[in-house]
């Protein structure tokens, strides 16, 4: 399990991550992490081909649905039903004001079996640009094949309390004070540690961190941030919206 080379050349935009995050015919996507996740997965809901699930094992705004026809609760029958015509369905357990109620690893993991792709937000980072995961974090479906970190540009070269969800956590994992600045080396090692969004990654699965909003200023720190990476991980960065 685990990476394949890095290689960032240029900052992709959104229509192109399926492509550049290396995905195949046959993909469980589990996303954590901070910045990014949920236009992440309606992304993919779009780029990716065939019957294509999207769907959260914890909770998620109910605001946003990107125009995806929305299931309940529905059966396997249901839900076969709706991505008949390959097009992606959002599947939500319940709703509650305005947060939806995520679904169970093991229904992740039955609809992989009558899908061709489920894609899954798999933690919460209360709209921050980077997390680090609490004692049950993430909610990875062991049936994931692709494990997916994503971490905003808004972070880069802040003070991790300002930041950054659980500071004490993203400090702890980084090796330093939660009033340090967050340096490229610093995030490195929360991308990829076993207690950062590395944690619970599931065997065989492969690991891409996914880098968010980035424009034209950002490019000298993503480039240290891939040196420390050292080709452990594959990563794309995501180009911010005027400079794709």
């Known amino acids: 399990a685990g990476g394949s080379t890095a290689s960032v050349n240029e900052p992709v935009a959104v229509e192109d991550l399926a492509g550049a995050l290396r995905l195949g015919d046959h993909e469980l996507v589990s996303l954590v992490g901070g910045g990014g996740k949920t236009t992440a997965l309606f992304a ?22 990107d125009g995806v026809p929305l299931l309940i609760d529905p059966s396997d029958g249901e839900l076969s039903a709706a991505t008949a015509q390959d097009q992606p369905a959002l599947v939500w357990r319940s709703v509650s ?11 992740c993991n039955r609809w992989f079996a009558l899908v061709d792709h489920v894609v899954v937000e798999a933690d919460g980072a209360r709209r921050r640009p980077l997390t680090a995961p609490g004692p049950f974090e993430p ?31 993203v400090a702890a994992v980084a090796g330093c004070s939660p009033y340090q600045r967050l340096t ?30 980035v424009a034209e200023s950002d490019r000298p720190y ?5 040196e420390a990476i050292d080709g452990r ?12």
């Open 222 to 226: 993503l480039g240290d941030l891939v």
């Open 184 to 213: 490229p080396e610093r995030l490195a090692r929360v991308l990829l540690s076993d207690r950062g969004l590395r944690k619970d990654l599931p065997e065989g699965a492969r690991f891409s961190i996914l880098v968010s909003d």
């Open 233 to 244: 991980a594959h990563v794309v960065a995501v180009a911010h919206e005027r400079d794709a």
């Open 97 to 107: 004001g305005h947060k939806a109620v995520g679904v169970d690893r093991k229904s």
């Open 44 to 65: 993919l809901g779009r780029q990716l081909a065939g019957r294509v699930v999207l769907t959260t094992t914890t909770k998620m705004g109910s605001e946003r649905t």
């Open 139 to 169: 909610v990875v479906p062991s049936g994931t094949t692709a494990l997916i970190a994503c971490v905003g540009s808004s972070a880069f070269t802040r003070v991790i309390a300002d930041r950054c969800h659980r500071p004490l956590r």
